[in-house]
């Protein structure tokens, strides 16, 4: 047996259908076998508040050991946990093909969806929030009012919003646009460059509910991008990828969407395309948490070796091909943000790589967590929270200098931003937070 961290960390399955996974009793005692091991190593102690909240359970109890810590205190180890993967993919030394086997993320997972099938779940109002679809469409068709009423600044909305759903009065909350990414595409498809040495290549663009409802714009930038160079796309949006159902354990409902989007990409793949996904949770959901929850999956599993993320296929262009002539030098810098749910695809900093490919690149590159950890981190009781893990990252945006922040991640970046105005040293050097892809756009001039 070779020790951890030699090897790329493996994942198993997630045995979601075997009666086993909900078992109270075998969760409680695998709970209490990594827990111990998490004590006696501590190496997480600065990612997430998990682990904090752990370690405090411990020291703090009569023995100062596990044995000591009853089973009931270790919900607020689990609500802490924002699936962010970077204690399995960065820290943990023990992780598969380890002997010690651990996977502290799919732990987590695996006593949420307990609860979800034993009605324990969070709330009604909880449930509904990760309904993107849903209310993506509700939130467009009265856009200007939904916006309105979700601003930060407003102080007649915003308090009712806290009482009544439980989302902190000042987390910055996306945007809706009345017209979606999907219907923008139909209506203007950009000419393809034909004079491209990557003229050829065909890709689907996986629109995911966030740029389809709530920032177009990247999915535009990304578009252009890609026409710049030679690249016919499509757009599809079957569905949302299901992270906000992962999020809460809600493990049928994301087999449910695996199966649906992977259904309906499955033609374009025949045909040659190459599937991009513009958001890198959704990237992640497509390329590893879908096979994992459904192994056995035909369609799933040629999606998933078929998914690339949307900085990563510009660095494959410019490797292979090379990109198409006429980018520009961004002045003033970027501050790169490189999200959880990037670094957790194992692919190394692909958008680092592509805003280098810009002439006169001046990147300052931050790889460490945002704290916002998706719907999580903007609800009233983890919001604080959220802004603590985080304050790093601001500090370091903020002391870079540059004129644009930049995250792959819409949400974190947003959180970033607001982060940075809590440091009491001035505003941001960016009033918002922009994707990789935008600036990229922005370089080309498009």
């Known amino acids: 047996m070779r020790e951890g961290s030699l090897d790329a960390p493996t994942r198993h399955p997630i045995a979601w259908e075997d009666p086993d996974f909900y078992d109270p009793a075998k969760i409680d005692a695998e709970m209490r076998r990594v827990f111990d091991i998490c004590h006696g ?10 682990f904090p909240r752990l370690f ?5 109890s009569k023995t100062g050991e596990l044995d000591a810590v009853d089973s009931a205190d270790f919900k607020p180890v689990v609500d ?13 030394p023990y992780v598969p093909p380890h002997e010690f086997d651990l996977d502290f993320p799919h732990l987590m997972l695996r006593y949420r969806a307990a609860e979800m099938r034993e ?4 709330g009604r109002i909880a449930r509904e929030l990760t309904k993107t679809d849903r209310n993506g469409k509700l939130g467009g068709a009265v856009a200007p009012l939904a916006n309105w009423a979700s601003d930060a600044k407003n102080k007649l909305t915003r308090p009712l919003l806290e009482k009544m759903a439980g989302v902190h009065r000042e987390a910055a909350l996306p945007k809706f ?5 999907m219907l923008r595409a139909k209506n203007a498809a950009p000419e393809v460059n034909r004079a491209a040495p990557a003229y050829g290549r065909k890709a689907v663009l996986y629109a995911t509910c966030f740029v389809n409802y709530n920032n177009p714009g990247i999915g535009e930038a990304a578009r252009a991008v890609l026409a710049k160079n030679g690249v016919e796309t499509e757009v599809l ?7 906000p159902q992962l999020e809460q354990g809600d493990m049928p409902a994301v087999a449910a969407k695996a199966r649906a989007v992977s259904s309906e990409l499955a033609p374009w793949i025949d045909k040659g395309y190459d599937v991009i996904a513009l958001v890198p949770s959704c990237a992640l959901m497509l390329k590893f948490e879908w096979p994992l929850i459904l192994p056995d999956d035909a369609a799933v599993k040629r999606l998933a070796q078929s998914t690339f993320d949307v900085s990563e296929y510009v660095v494959a262009i410019a490797k292979k091909e090379g990109l198409a002539d006429g980018l520009k030098p961004l002045d003033g810098g970027v501050a790169l943000h490189i999200a959880c749910h990037a670094r957790a695809q194992n692919m190394g900093q692909k958008a680092a790589e592509m805003l280098r490919l810009l002439p ?3 990147l300052a590159v931050i790889e460490r967590c945002s704290g916002h950890g ?6 009233k009781e983890h919001f604080p929270t959220a802004l603590k893990v985080g304050k790093p990252v601001a500090r370091q945006t903020h002391q870079s200098g540059k004129a644009f922040i930049a995250s792959e991640c819409p949400l974190a970046g947003e959180h970033i931003v607001q982060g940075i105005e809590r440091l009491d040293k001035g505003p941001p050097n960016a009033d918002h937070a922009v994707h990789p892809i935008e600036l990229f756009a922005r370089a080309y001039g498009l």
């Open 41 to 50: 190593c501590r190496r997480c102690f600065n990612l997430c508040d998990s």
């Open 56 to 60: 405090d359970l411990i020291d703090e």
């Open 80 to 92: 802490a946990c924002t699936l962010c993967d970077m204690c399995f993919m960065t820290k943990c």
């Open 119 to 122: 009605g324990k779940a969070p």
């Open 177 to 181: 646009h009345g017209k979606t990414f």
């Open 237 to 243: 949006y079957p569905n949302c990828c299901g992270m």
């Open 360 to 362: 006169q690149s001046d």
């Open 374 to 379: 998706g719907s999580w981190g903007v609800m």
